[in-house]
């Protein structure tokens, strides 16, 4: 449909809102418009406002009925010397042609005021696939931005999807130049992975640690791998089977909550002993996970709340095999504390993946 009362130009939603509505999700906040209109015209009937110098690459803040919008001008990116910003933009005319600038396919569609989708790179058809896939060379597109490699495995285990063969080569190929991602972009995608729930949060970390990222990212986490537990107390029978499982096990959608139940049994790593009956323990893992957390706290560029929540779920979790005989007044001090609703979820998990709730 034609922007209201602006003359010859077009105007689409674009990107992860009619991702999110062809699938029947209604998760994706942010509305992005794309549109051919210049800013000059979008100045003479909107409210419009730039961030920083976004305006010379054509894209605006849009005031329109008590929402914003983030409208951009249809454009092409060519030449990625940081391998995050493209080195030079050129305004364009079509969608087809800013499409091929788009990292997947699934993020690639646009619609139409009167509902006309707009799919130049069989977005749809991935979908009904459940495939991730680039736009074009998946070699490119990630050396153009090395974040589409934890975006590409996010977004697969957010919906469940599988990764396309050639994408998931790529992704192989280069998963050493994850190091050269900035930390607060790595933790951006850690939380919104976090957020998509236990059951999606435990598939990150799997397909992360399938496509050889997860050493990269979180080693502290892949050292649980081979780690061995006493059955009798855990079924799993296996350190990092135990975490994936509390994750999966988390009702929760918040990612503090979640990433703290990742990270409860980081500590086991460096505690390993055994009993005279040759089975394993970790005595003391609780107090030694912290200064491990503290290294992802560090690297990640974790807020100090954020920090001192998950300090307090790893170094108190083990409270929870035993709440009913502390004493009232530790009890009392856990409870009062402004981040007991995230040591709770990771009590609760860490019982639910050992079924003994």
């Known amino acids: ?25 209604n998760q994706t906040p942010d509305v992005d418009i794309a549109t051919n209109a210049p800013v000059s015209v979008l100045e003479q009937h909107f409210p419009v406002h730039d961030i920083g110098r976004s305006k010379d690459f054509g894209i605006v803040v849009v005031a329109h009925r008590g929402f914003s919008f983030d409208v951009a001008n249809f454009r092409s990116e060519e030449g990625y010397s940081d391998r995050r910003r493209p080195d030079k933009v050129s305004i364009v005319h079509s969608f087809e042609q800013d499409s091929r600038r788009r990292d997947f396919t699934i993020n690639a569609i646009g619609i139409d005021g009167a509902g006309t989708i707009f799919d130049h790179h069989g977005g749809i058809d991935d979908i009904r696939r459940r495939v991730i896939r680039t736009v074009g060379r998946a070699q490119e597109r990630f050396q153009e931005d090395a974040l589409r490699l934890i975006r590409a495995v996010r977004f697969a285990a957010r919906f469940g999807f599988e990764l396309e063969a050639e994408t998931e080569d790529a992704i192989r190929q280069q998963a050493p130049s994850i190091r050269d991602l900035s930390a607060e972009r790595v933790r951006e995608e850690l939380f919104k992975a976090a957020k998509s729930g236990g059951r999606a949060l435990a598939l990150f970390i799997r397909k992360l640690d399938q496509v050889g990222l997860l050493q990269p990212i979180l080693p502290e986490l892949k050292a ?35 990433l703290a139940v990742l990270f409860h049994d980081l500590g086991k790593a460096t505690t390993l002993g055994h009993k005279e009956n040759g089975q394993p323990t970790y005595h003391g893992h609780e107090a030694a996970g912290v200064p491990l957390f503290d290294e992802i706290a560090k690297r990640v560029k974790f807020s100090n709340d954020d920090a001192d929540a998950i300090r307090l779920s790893i170094s108190q979790h083990m409270h929870g095999h035993r709440l009913d005989v502390l004493s009232d007044r530790l009890q009392l001090k856990l409870r009062q504390d402004p981040h007991w609703p995230v040591l709770r979820n990771t009590i609760y998990s860490d019982e639910k993946a050992r079924l003994h709730l």
């Open 1 to 25: 449909r034609r922007i209201a009362s602006i003359g010859p130009y077009d105007a689409l939603i674009v990107g992860g809102t009619v991702r999110d509505l062809w699938m029947g999700e």
């Open 224 to 258: 649980l791998q081979g780690l061995k537990h006493d059955l009798r107390h855990h079924p799993e029978g296996h350190v990092y089977e135990h975490v994936l499982a509390a994750v999966e096990a988390s009702p929760s959608r918040d990612g503090v909550e979640n």
